[in-house]
């Protein structure tokens, strides 16, 4: 894996310097670059406010909120969503495109207020009450936690917060599976959600390919002595410059596009390259090497289940028996959309599949035949696909 990425950094950066000596051709970069999420959002005429949250094991954790769109900001309560990113992401991805083409951006213009949580460990969420990010204990967490400790302190703050009962639920990726493992563990707060959307939902990894599935067949042991035991694929400067150096020309930009399709699948026509550098400033933001090592379970042991300590005592002390519990889709009784797409190597469609037939309340399920893992996010088309739709069932279940 680090001889894949020492190889994809040198292509990069002899890209970058062959275009420069040659002649290629420099596009201006989009003024958002070098923005922050709230940032962003104000750029683009959006309220914006930022809220920190302690979760019960003492993680703090940042949300950013829309409360009203540019042209809605009558006061008075308005139904609240709660979008929840994907794995090595932030809340960036809800606002990283124009804003006819962002879901944070569309819900809020639609008269929502939206709420965009960050998962522990991302570039929002890096402090502990007690915990350094330096301290191996810090990243000793994975989608586990996220479930059982984030979700709950971030949608109980919400609603304290706005004094509403329930909250419209959007989850990508990783966000639909800690979606689905709370809402099946945790009864009381599942009442609290008025509908889960889930985008490209992954619960079994049985069918994943593409470059992702080579990682996830590293075992455990391999997967630290190469990564460590902290923080996975953290945003950086390093990073940044790739996107705002190596990404920017003519000549490297095609090799950056198609990074993003060897993890996520191909879907050329629907993905805008210009945005590389402002996709690039925010991602990836970061997680545990434990997260990924969890992932590596799910995919080599076909379980959807929590994370194994390795250790019978330690699985007894987290879970108060001797084996990691198996979270059961089938007790989410929260109504339920999905949209997956038949391209997408990571929420694969045989997987999807699998994960229909054990979905309790199921409101609607549509399939995009060309669309790849992050088109949910970055497609040129999201509004048309999906987003409309979104809004539609939000405002037909009010």
Same mark, same amino acid.
């Not at 019960?56 to 139904?79: A, F, Q, T, V």
């Not at 639920?169 to 945790?186: C, D, K, P, W």
């Not at 434990?290 to 590596?296: K, L, P, S």
């Given at each position: 894996m680090k001889m894949w990425l020492l190889g994809l950094v040198?292509? #990069?950066?002899?890209?970058t310097l062959h275009s420069k000596l040659f002649g290629g051709k420099v596009?201006?970069? @989009?003024?958002?670059?070098?923005?922050?999420?709230? %940032? *962003? *959002?104000?750029?683009?005429?959006?309220?914006?406010?930022? +809220?920190?949250?302690?979760?019960? @094991?003492? +993680?703090?954790?940042?949300?950013?909120r829309i409360p009203h769109g540019r042209n809605n900001s009558d006061k008075g309560p308005k139904p609240v969503v709660f979008l929840q990113h994907g794995l090595l992401a932030d =809340? =960036?991805?809800?606002? *990283?495109?124009?804003?006819?083409?962002?879901?944070?951006?569309?819900? &809020?213009? &639609?008269?929502? @207020?939206?709420?965009?949580?960050?998962?522990?460990?991302?570039?929002?969420?890096?402090?502990?009450?007690?915990?350094?990010?330096?301290?191996? %204990?810090?990243?000793a967490f994975s989608f586990h936690e996220m479930a059982n400790y984030d979700l709950p302190a971030s949608i109980n703050f919400i609603l304290n917060k706005t004094g509403q009962k329930q909250v419209y639920y959007v989850g990508h990726s990783q966000g639909t599976s800690i979606g689905f493992i709370a809402f099946s563990r945790i009864p009381e707060l599942a009442k609290k959600i008025?509908? !889960? !959307?889930?985008?490209?939902?992954?619960v079994s990894t049985k069918f994943a390919t593409g470059t992702i599935s080579k990682f996830l067949l590293l075992s455990a042991g391999l997967s630290k002595a190469l990564f460590g035991n902290r923080e996975f694929l953290p945003q950086n400067a390093f990073i940044k410059w790739l996107g705002t150096n190596a990404c920017n020309h003519?000549?490297?930009?095609?090799?950056?596009?198609?990074?993003?399709?060897?993890?996520?699948?191909?879907?050329?026509?629907? !993905?805008?390259?210009?945005?590389i550098p402002v996709y690039l400033s925010h991602n990836p933001a970061g997680t545990s090497v434990q997260n990924m090592v969890h992932w590596q379970q799910n995919?080599?042991?076909?379980?959807?289940? &929590?994370? @194994?300590?390795?250790?019978?005592?330690?699985?007894y002390f987290h879970y108060n028996q001797t084996h990691p519990p198996t979270y059961h889709v089938k007790d989410v009784l929260v109504p339920t959309t999905i949209w997956n797409g038949?391209?997408?190597? #990571?929420?694969?469609?045989?997987?999807?599949?699998? #994960? #229909?037939?054990?979905?309790?309340?199921?409101? +609607?399920?549509? +399939?995009i035949p060309e669309w790849n893992h992050v088109d949910f996010i970055f497609g040129l088309d999201a509004f048309s696909q999906v987003y409309d739709e979104i809004v539609y069932f939000m405002k037909k279940y009010l």
């Amino acid at each position: 894996m680090k001889m894949w990425l020492l190889g994809l950094v040198f292509c #990069l950066v002899i890209g970058t310097l062959h275009s420069k000596l040659f002649g290629g051709k420099v596009k201006p970069l @989009d003024p958002e670059t070098h923005m922050n999420v709230s %940032e *962003i *959002i104000s750029y683009w005429g959006f309220p914006v406010e930022e +809220y920190l949250v302690e979760t019960e @094991d003492g +993680y703090i954790l940042c949300l950013h909120r829309i409360p009203h769109g540019r042209n809605n900001s009558d006061k008075g309560p308005k139904p609240v969503v709660f979008l929840q990113h994907g794995l090595l992401a932030d =809340s =960036s991805n809800w606002i *990283i495109n124009l804003p006819s083409n962002s879901l944070g951006f569309v819900l &809020a213009d &639609a008269g929502f @207020d939206v709420w965009m949580g960050n998962s522990r460990g991302n570039t929002w969420s890096r402090k502990h009450k007690t915990l350094s990010v330096f301290q191996e %204990e810090f990243w000793a967490f994975s989608f586990h936690e996220m479930a059982n400790y984030d979700l709950p302190a971030s949608i109980n703050f919400i609603l304290n917060k706005t004094g509403q009962k329930q909250v419209y639920y959007v989850g990508h990726s990783q966000g639909t599976s800690i979606g689905f493992i709370a809402f099946s563990r945790i009864p009381e707060l599942a009442k609290k959600i008025k509908m !889960f !959307f889930a985008l490209a939902p992954v619960v079994s990894t049985k069918f994943a390919t593409g470059t992702i599935s080579k990682f996830l067949l590293l075992s455990a042991g391999l997967s630290k002595a190469l990564f460590g035991n902290r923080e996975f694929l953290p945003q950086n400067a390093f990073i940044k410059w790739l996107g705002t150096n190596a990404c920017n020309h003519d000549i490297t930009k095609e090799l950056c596009e198609n990074v993003f399709f060897l993890l996520c699948g191909f879907d050329e026509k629907n !993905f805008n390259a210009s945005r590389i550098p402002v996709y690039l400033s925010h991602n990836p933001a970061g997680t545990s090497v434990q997260n990924m090592v969890h992932w590596q379970q799910n995919y080599l042991w076909k379980k959807f289940q &929590a994370f @194994d300590w390795r250790s019978s005592a330690k699985n007894y002390f987290h879970y108060n028996q001797t084996h990691p519990p198996t979270y059961h889709v089938k007790d989410v009784l929260v109504p339920t959309t999905i949209w997956n797409g038949g391209r997408d190597t #990571l929420a694969d469609p045989q997987d999807v599949n699998i #994960l #229909l037939t054990q979905i309790t309340n199921l409101v +609607y399920h549509k +399939y995009i035949p060309e669309w790849n893992h992050v088109d949910f996010i970055f497609g040129l088309d999201a509004f048309s696909q999906v987003y409309d739709e979104i809004v539609y069932f939000m405002k037909k279940y009010l």
